[in-house]
């Protein structure tokens, strides 16, 4: 009877330790597969920042002056494209869907500042009421608004080509 006791034990630890191997086993898989996830989260978003349409997007908020706004207009379209892109990086990283790190791979300092200090501006102006939480957390991950550098406005001929100069 002792014989089928320590049997019975034996059988149980084994089937506890591969339950166990198993549970790790799953754990590293499904690390793994979000590390591909947000992998390819993140080559989308690089691929994204680097369109054309966002290298126009950024020229023309950071030519504007401070002053209105219209509605639809092409300053409007540039801020809107520029504000959408942040706000799904923010609200992946407040989702806990993009690693903090990953945020800051993706959104360098400088454009963080850009989203901040310039794009900000432009959403007070069109809508005194808007959402303030993406900016916030933002530049939270950067040491808070005062860590983010300066972004100077740019005039039309400093976004220009040496070819467009006549150069």
Same mark, same amino acid.
């Given at each position: ?7 019975? $034990?034996?059988? +149980? ?42 290298? =126009?997007?950024?020229?023309? $908020? ?27 990086? =923010?609200?992946?990283?407040? +989702? ?8 800051? =791979? $993706? ?11 310039? $794009? ?8 005194? +009421? ?38």
């Amino acid at each position: 009877m002792a014989y089928v006791e320590l049997a019975s $034990v034996v059988i +149980a630890a084994a089937a506890a330790w591969a339950a166990f191997r198993s549970a790790r086993a799953s754990e590293s898989a499904a690390v793994e597969a979000r590390k591909a996830s947000q992998a390819e989260v993140v080559r989308r978003l690089l691929d994204d920042y680097s369109s054309a349409s966002m290298l =126009t997007a950024i020229a023309g $908020v950071r030519r504007w002056g401070g002053g209105r706004i219209p509605i639809d207009s092409a300053v409007d379209r540039q801020r809107r494209l520029i504000s959408h892109y942040f706000q799904k990086v =923010t609200k992946l990283g407040r +989702a806990g869907l993009l690693d903090e790190d990953l945020v800051r =791979t $993706v959104l360098s300092k400088e454009q963080a500042s850009l989203f901040c200090r310039v $794009v900000e501006r432009m959403e007070a102006k069109v809508s005194p +009421a808007y959402d303030r939480s993406p900016f916030d957390w933002l530049a939270g991950l950067y040491g808070g608004r005062d860590m983010l550098p300066h972004i100077p406005p740019r005039s039309n001929a400093s976004l220009s080509s040496p070819d467009s100069n006549g150069g």
